[in-house]
Structure formats: C-alpha cells, structure tokens
C-alpha cells in the first residue's frame, strides 16, 4: 500500500480539532514533540485502566502485568534500535539521560574505564542542543578536562577538515548529535566513530532527531552510547532511553540510588544489581513506558525507511518554494545529502517571534527563537530563526499552506 500521509492523519485524534477561528491545524514542530497517535493515548490509559501496580514489586497479578508491560515495551524498544533488552535503561527523557552519562562518568573512581582526569579531553560540536553541550561544559569543569569541539562551516554542515587535531589520544568521550534541530544535518558518523574508536575514547550519540525520523541500528553504527526521547517519536512524554553497549553499562557507576537497583543493602554499604536496572531506581514512568513501546510498534508498522523517504520528498519541496520568497534565507544546508526533515530560515528585518505569531494566526504551528542551540546561531550569524520541522503526517499541501502564510507575513510586515 502506497504511503498516504493523508491517512496516517486519522490515527492522530488533535488533528481532528480547528484553530484561530477555525482554520486547519498545519502541525510543523514535530522537532519540538510529535503527535500522538490513539493507539499510544489508549496504550497508556489502559495500563492505568487495568493493570497499573508498581513493577518489579510484589507478587500479585496486577504487579506482574505491570512488570511483563515494561519489559515487553523494552524488548521492544531494543529491537527498534537493533540493540539487546539488557542495553536499554529507561529515563524521564533525553536530557537525563545525557546527564545521568555525564554524572556517572564523573563519578568514575580511578581506575575505571571513564575516570577523567586534569588534561583529559570532551569532544562537542558547534550545532549541539544544550542538552549536549551543558552537561559535558560541567563535567569538564568538574574534572579538569578540556571541552574541545568541531565547528560548523556557513552551510551548516561539521567542520572535520581538523578531525585529528580535534580528536586526539587525549579525547575520552565524543558526544556529538545525529541530526541537528535547527539545521536539519544529518552529521557523518563513520568518520567520526572511526577517529573516536582509533583513540579508544567513547562515543555517544543524541539521536532525538533521528531515531524518530529514519533508521538507526546502533550495532552497525558502532556507537557506544545512543539517547532519545518518547515524546519526539509519537510516543508520551515522560520517558527517554538510553542505549548503552552492556560491558559498558557494567563499568558505568549508577546516577541515582534508592530502591530497585541495589542487589544487597547494609547499614553501612549496598551493592548494585546488573544493569539495566542500576540506572533505574524507583517506580519507573510505566504507563509512559507502555505508551513508549507502543508508538515504536506503530511506527514500525507504517515502516521508518517509508516515514524517512516521506520526510526527505516534503522537506525537499519545502526548501526549493521557501527559496522562491524574496529575502528568505534558509539557515541550514538547501541540498538533502544527508538532511533531514527541520528547515530553519529567517525572513528579511522580520523577527522570526513576530513571524512565528503571524504563521499561528493563520493554523500554521512552528517554533521561533535559538532552539536551544546559542553557539549555533551566533555561529550562523542569526539572533533567532522560524523552524518548520516535519514527520509521517505533513503533506505538500501543509508546505503549501506555510509557504502562503509567510508570503502574506512579508506583505503584512512591508
């Protein structure tokens, strides 16, 4: 069956809504979070319907659907990403789990494999989210280390004419992003896992842009570490992943203490249990988590290389009419070799706030500001751009709508 945006739609319950007077919802954030489809509302209100106990505890029923739900929606999670069910540690969202690698690895004792020392060098880049810049900022001021990073050259694309200069014996960890949320760049990982590797420093991955939006088997990327969260991948809120190898899971000291991920407690001392469950102390986010599972079941049905080929035909359309405005400039990469689904562009002297209120007044939802990447847009040379980012459920007739919306904006603004 041939892909029908127009029929994915029926699955997602607000698109049934109107705005500002009535108008068509045209959804263009989905870089922001996605929609959620009925299977994932129903998902997660079952579990609180009929099964909801805290799992990993107790011996009665409900305590044991409960469990068998989790861990259902891990295995199935560990399948999306190619990976095995011990690999995968379920956190409140992305940014925890950058934080919780962070303090971990900070907390490393010498003689662990991630123990940092004065001198010792984290590698970022310039199109980093803040949630992949500001945890290693801290942890490199916490230990002496030294925050290096690639720079980003006018197309928007990594800089890696320096890759060995910037990537050196002394680099402990990489943490780089997949795609970029405001340039859309899709960052070439075999070259960089490759130095990261030949180093022997770590590499991990912030896939929230990515995992949602194309495959990503993180066997055959030979990465170490991968992160992203639900919301992003028509999944709840509240719930994130991160991926570790399992020999590094063992070696990584625990981010948080409490119940469920100790093996043995004393008064004076506890020892951890395996991982995942070290990493995940407390009552996990289980209706999310549920809820988690079953988008990635849903968007393996409709198939992620169908939702990648999709995205690639309506952000390619999207650019090439944006290009036609006058006094538009698109900050990002305008050709779709390695390119995603997330367009960035400014308008003239038009604040992209003022812009961003004009496209909502006319149904048109998109996100305006520095999308929590500062160094990446003074880089670019820009206060603050109007991102339209798209997924399964865009249509060129959603692009056309935009691109309608700012034409009239620049009139309006004249």
């Known amino acids: 069956m041939a892909y029908d945006p127009l029929v994915i739609r029926k699955d997602f319950p607000i698109f049934d809504r109107s705005i500002r007077d009535g108008k068509r919802l045209v959804y263009l954030d989905s870089g922001a979070t996605s929609q959620k489809p009925a299977v994932v509302i129903d998902a997660e209100s ?52 950058l934080n919780l690698l962070a303090y971990s690895i900070g907390n490393s004792p010498v003689g662990n494999k991630f123990h940092l020392k004065a001198g010792d060098e984290i590698v970022v880049s310039e199109m980093e989210h803040h949630a992949n810049l500001i945890p290693w900022q801290e942890l490199a001021k916490r230990t002496g280390a030294v925050l290096k990073w690639f720079e980003v050259n006018p197309d928007g694309r990594l800089d890696l004419s320096n890759i060995d200069s910037v990537v050196t ?5 990489v943490a780089l992003t997949h795609q970029s949320n405001v340039l859309g760049t899709i960052n070439p990982l075999a070259q960089l896992v490759k130095r990261t ?51 590094l899971l063992a070696e990584l000291p625990p981010f948080l203490f409490g119940g469920s991920m100790i ?30 599972g079953t988008a990635l079941n849903y968007l393996t049905d409709i198939g992620i290389q169908e939702i990648h080929n999709h995205e690639i035909n309506i952000t390619s359309y999207a650019i090439s009419k944006l290009q036609e405005i006058n006094e538009l400039r698109i900050v990002g990469p305008t050709d779709m070799n390695l390119r995603g689904g997330a367009v960035s562009f400014t308008l003239g002297e038009i604040h992209p706030h003022d812009l961003g209120q004009f496209l909502d007044n006319s149904g048109v939802a998109v996100r305006t500001g520095h999308h929590c990447a500062w160094p990446l847009t003074r880089k670019m040379g820009v206060a603050a751009t109007t991102r339209a980012s798209f997924y399964l459920y865009n249509t060129l007739d959603d692009i056309d709508v935009l691109v309608d919306a700012v034409s009239d904006a620049q009139k309006y603004f004249a």
């Open 263 to 292: 093996e043995s407690v004393t008064m004076t001392d506890a020892t951890w249990a395996s991982a995942p469950r070290k990493f995940e102390p407390g009552v996990p986010n289980m209706a999310q988590i549920v809820g988690l």
């Open 197 to 247: 590797h030949d180093v022997g420093a770590i590499f991990i991955l912030d896939a929230c842009q990515s995992v949602p939006h194309m495959p990503v088997n993180v066997a055959a990327l030979d990465i170490d570490f991968l992160v992203f969260s639900g919301h992003k991948a028509v999944g709840p809120t509240g719930v994130g992943v991160l991926w570790g190898r399992a020999s």
């Open 46 to 97: 079952n579990f609180y319907r009929k099964h909801n106990a805290a799992a990993h505890r107790g011996a009665h029923q409900l305590a044991e659907e409960a469990t068998e739900a989790i861990e259902s929606a891990r295995e199935v999670v560990a399948n999306f990403l190619s990976g095995t069910v011990d690999e995968i540690v379920f956190t409140k969202h992305s940014t925890e789990a």
């Open 169 to 173: 014996s002394r680099t402990k960890i």
